[in-house]
């Protein structure tokens, strides 16, 4: 019996780690270019489960510290944790896992705004692809979407500039790809579910020859929706790349990415009252002929060089294109009087942008008065062409019954017509350094200045500026490890955002100079019991000053605030209860306020000072528990709990908490081969994402998908 219990604990071990091991790379040894971006710290190219306290990242550092090593709060969520827990875009991989992120996701901002210790956007919450950035025009980012190609998604909480320049100081989300290996694998996915949901994808890798080694993937979704009518959606993303080893200290890889996606057009639902009554709930109120529809192309050619065990060079050039398209009636406002709904804002948007740039840095490892220590330094520049076209002001209105409507047509009163187009050149020195004084404690130390230089014009008011903006971020921090298994940290960084979107500044917000953060973090981080369980704690407050904020329901106008802060502490835990139980929860606890703004209203001057920002919940939650109950079968439950939110500033329209739980079922059918079945919004919860006084954008109902994945 004890041999029996013994076999049987192994198969329920084996099970739990099947989906993390299926489709596992080749060795760190194998893979050619960056070997500090794709090998985990098991050495497989493919992060652990759990926190991944001992896994190289280069997104809280480019030294390529451990989060362990790194004093700040670092998430690193292995694209198999994702896919296993069947979150398929890049919104619920991040609010399910990473500590404390929210999202107030919806069509304008293009499916992606993320919300991080009390601040908001992308202005504020960076978005990354395989670490580097798309400068972002008006406030939208659309690509990545798809965690198919995704190796892994780190999120670095906390200012970032002095690693990626302007706009991060609530963080970064860096998207990290699947890289070319060089041993053969493959694996595919197809699935079907509730509202149409079809799914496939396709993964291959491996050699070609002695010294090359390829990765494809490739992924499609489409759906018929839950709203109607007009709720279907459709994408597909590709990645593919190459890696030349061109010498065995030189590594060459060259890549390409693309996505085309056309969303839910599916701007939300109207508020009778403070609330969407059920009849209207998953009512689509948008017109006959609405269209959205973004296409994203990203290459990049990187190289790594390194000339003696304590030189490394890295070089990375890239283009960067997008294409998108709005045409929608964007808001609804129930009439009392009338019992109508009036349809308002119908907006025609284009966006044309392309950023060509290059990115070099050299690490030098080696002592300093008799010092070990690491030093990065680095420069990166781009070039930004962007182009809006547009009907602005964006008038015309209707009028329609909420339970009998007709659709209608989309009002074009002035016509679309380039209304912005600016020319942005960006340059930027960084420097990193790590000096270990003992070999319990060593200091981290950043510096970075930016100088971006933005010129924009208004063709249709014959207008436009020309100005350089400037900006120094640094980040100064100390690491103490008693114990090989405890950090002890704390730190001190600055960082700046633009005053919206800095390719796209306007006149007004160019006579000021670029917001400026500060931030005071400390905490811990540990293993225990052998490494089978993991723990963070981090506490900190941030301060920003002389910003801008959208006016919700208003997206083309912004409102002045002197400054904004906000405080909370965050903890993360995971463990391996048994060979057959393990559990990973977060929680974030947050108090942020507008510490300085006013605004005039009906001629009269009103104090917001003391009032919870918009769209900022003051808890987040995640827990995810799993079962390996038979051999072969492991089950997961995931809770994610989110607080309140306000959708204006005076704190009077209020966004209920909610939580939601998910599920999957997963059974091993063959030793190559898995069948899931997944659950979400099992409950049937009613949220709202993100909303205004008006109406608000209703999440996913309860819904369901069977998935089959084979490995070859």
């Known amino acids: 019996m004890p041999a029996l219990r013994a076999r049987r604990s192994a198969t329920f071990a084996a099970t739990l780690a099947a989906p993390l091991l299926a489709a596992a790379p080749a060795s760190a040894e194998e893979i050619g270019l960056d070997l500090i971006d794709v090998a985990g710290s098991r050495g497989r190219g493919e992060a652990a489960p759990g926190l991944n306290l001992a896994t190289p990242s280069r997104s809280g550092s480019r030294l390529g510290l451990t989060p362990l090593e790194t004093p700040a709060s670092l998430d690193i969520i292995s694209g198999e944790t994702i896919r296993a827990r069947g979150q398929n875009t890049l919104e619920e991989a991040v609010t399910q896992n990473a500590v404390g992120i929210t999202s107030v996701a919806q069509p304008g901002n293009g499916n992606h705004s993320f919300a991080s210790r009390g601040f908001v956007g992308p202005s504020s919450v960076q978005q990354l692809y395989d670490g580097t950035r798309l400068y972002v025009g008006v406030g939208t980012v659309t690509f ?176 960067l294109s997008t294409e998108r398209h709005w045409r929608d009636v964007e808001q609804y406002t129930y009439q009392p009087a009338t019992g109508l709904i009036r349809r308002s804002d119908y907006i025609e948007i284009f966006h044309h942008e392309e950023q060509i740039g290059n990115r070099l840095d050299a690490t030098f490892r080696g002592s300093l008065f008799g010092f070990k220590t690491s030093t990065v330094l680095g420069f990166d520049v781009n070039h930004i062409a962007f182009r809006r076209d547009s009907n602005a002001p964006f008038g015309g209105e209707s009028f329609v019954d909420p339970y009998n409507f007709a659709q209608g047509g989309f009002i074009n009163l002035t016509g679309t017509r380039t209304d912005i187009v600016s020319r942005t050149r960006q340059a930027s020195v960084f420097a990193e350094n790590r000096l270990e004084l003992t070999p319990q404690l060593a200091l981290v130390t950043g510096l970075r200045y930016d100088v971006p230089r933005v010129a924009v014009s208004r063709p249709l008011t014959a207008s436009g500026f020309e100005k350089t903006f400037d900006s120094v971020s640094t980040r100064v921090g100390a690491v103490y490890t008693p114990t090989p298994d405890l950090a002890l940290y704390a730190q001190v960084a600055t960082a700046a955002d633009p005053l919206g979107s800095l390719i796209t500044t ?37 301060r920003k000053d002389n910003l801008l904020t959208p006016i919700p329901g208003r997206p083309t106008e912004v409102a002045a605030v002197g400054r904004q802060s906000s405080r909370g502490v965050e903890v993360a835990f995971a463990y391996q209860l048994s060979d057959a139980w393990r559990i990973e929860a977060n929680t974030a606890l947050l108090r942020a306020r507008y510490d300085n703004f006013a605004q005039t209203v009906d001629g009269a001057a009103v104090s917001f000072a003391g009032n919870v920002p918009v769209d900022v919940p003051q808890r987040v939650t995640n827990v995810w528990l799993a079962y390996a109950f038979a051999p072969g079968w492991v089950a997961r439950l995931g809770v994610n709990d989110v607080g309140p939110v306000f959708s204006d500033f005076a704190n009077t329209f209020r966004r209920p908490s909610y939580t939601l739980l998910n599920a999957t079922l997963d059974w091993q059918v063959t030793p190559t081969s898995r069948l899931s079945l997944r659950g979400y919004n099992l409950t049937d919860r009613l949220y709202a994402v993100e909303g205004n006084s008006n109406s608000w954008l209703l999440g996913r109902p309860r819904s369901v998908e069977l998935a089959y994945h084979v490995t070859f």
Do not use: C, M
């Open 144 to 319: 990545p979407f798809d965690t198919w190609s995704a190796e892994r998604i780190e999120v670095l909480r906390g200012p970032a500039s002095v690693l990626y320049g302007e706009g991060a100081i609530g963080g970064i989300i860096n998207v990290v790809p699947k890289k070319p290996v060089f041993s053969a694998l493959g694996e595919a996915r197809a699935a079907i579910g509730s509202d149409g949901i079809a799914r496939l994808a396709l993964d291959t890798g491996g050699p070609v020859g002695e010294d090359l080694a390829y990765r494809f993937n490739l992924s499609g979704n489409r759906a018929d929706g839950w709203v109607k009518p007009d709720g279907d959606f459709r994408n597909v993303a590709l990645s593919a790349a190459v890696t030349w080893r061109a010498a065995p200290d030189l590594s060459v890889t060259l890549s390409h990415d693309l996505g085309y996606n056309e969303p839910t057009r599916y701007w939300g639902s109207p508020l009778v009252g403070n609330r969407v009554p059920e009849r209207l709930r998953f009512t689509n109120y948008n017109i006959r002929d609405s269209q959205i529809a973004w296409f994203d192309n990203w290459t990049q050619l990187r190289a790594e060089w390194n000339p003696s065990p304590d030189i490394t060079l890295r070089n990375t050039a890239y283009r």
């Open 506 to 542: 306007s006149a007004a917000q160019s006579q000021f100079p670029l917001t400026t953060g500060e931030q005071i973090e400390a905490g811990a981080k540990g293993l225990f019991d052998n490494g089978r369980g993991e723990w963070t704690f981090a506490a900190y407050h941030i």
